[in-house]
């Protein structure tokens, strides 16, 4: 079974509204991490967002903020108030840190591309 | 700069042919992974160094492909009889033992070399 499930085909938002990009999860780890990263067409790796399986709120950086449904295995990313500049590949992304160690590899889903219309 | 760094940006081979590809990650970062990207595609982990532990192979496709880590620091990925399946782009990632983002142990990514095998 994927580890980390991303299922949404393109996704398209307008400037300056809000948008979900969908990520599901699979372990029987009790600790882990989730992750999410950004790509853009140049194609660097920008982190965006950390969730902690235990951490007991939802992480927000900016105007991203990660929806986490830890009974559900889901941790979308929202982006409020979408900017030109967000369009890019989106990749969730979970460390299982009891299984793997803390620092292990990270286990990425096949990405969602964003496109934000002016 | 202070980022991972990675050689060559570009690299394009014959079908056979052995190619070595570089990574330098950041200083201090004692953990270092290395992982494909096919266009368009996610993440594939290859293999994942942690300063002097033995390393997590785990993803390598094929005996033709081995990495090593020298001196804890510098790592460079070979790849034996290239075919054209090859390639891809391919991404080297650092990571400090602890802290980052609210401790998250994110991963800091190089800018990626892309093999052509033709």
């Known amino acids: 079974a994927q580890k980390i499930t991303q299922t949404q085909p393109g996704m398209f938002v307008q400037e300056k509204e809000a948008v979900t990009l969908d990520c599901t999860y699979d372990t029987s780890d009790p600790s882990y991490g989730l992750f999410w990263y950004k790509q853009p067409s140049s194609g660097e790796m920008i982190f965006l967002i950390y969730?902690?399986?235990?951490?007991?709120q939802n992480a927000t950086e900016g105007r991203y903020s990660l929806n986490f449904q830890k009974a559900r295995k889901s941790a979308n990313l929202v982006i409020s108030a979408s900017q030109l500049g967000d369009s890019a590949m989106y990749f969730c992304a979970m460390r299982e840190l009891i299984s793997t160690g803390a620092n292990s590899k990270l286990t990425f889903g096949k990405g969602i591309t964003l496109s934000v219309r002016p | 700069g202070a980022g991972v760094s990675q050689s060559p940006s570009n690299k394009v081979t014959e079908k056979g042919k052995d190619v070595e590809l570089r990574c330098d990650p950041i200083?201090?970062?004692?953990?270092l992974y290395w992982y494909r990207q096919s266009l368009g595609q996610g993440l594939e982990f290859l293999i994942y160094?942690?300063?002097?532990?033995?390393?997590?192979k785990s993803g390598l496709p094929s005996d033709r492909f081995s990495a090593e880590r020298t001196g804890g620091s510098v790592s460079t990925l070979t790849i034996q009889r290239t075919q054209q399946e090859d390639s891809a782009v391919y991404l080297c990632?650092?990571?400090?033992?602890?802290?980052?983002?609210?401790?998250?142990?994110?991963?800091?990514f190089g800018e990626g070399s892309r093999l052509t095998v033709l």
């Open positions: 969730q902690g399986s235990y951490d007991q």
């Open positions: 200083s201090g970062h004692t953990a």
């Open positions: 990632a650092s990571s400090a033992a602890s802290g980052g983002r609210r401790g998250s142990g994110e991963l800091f």
């Open positions: 160094f942690q300063g002097n532990s033995a390393p997590d």
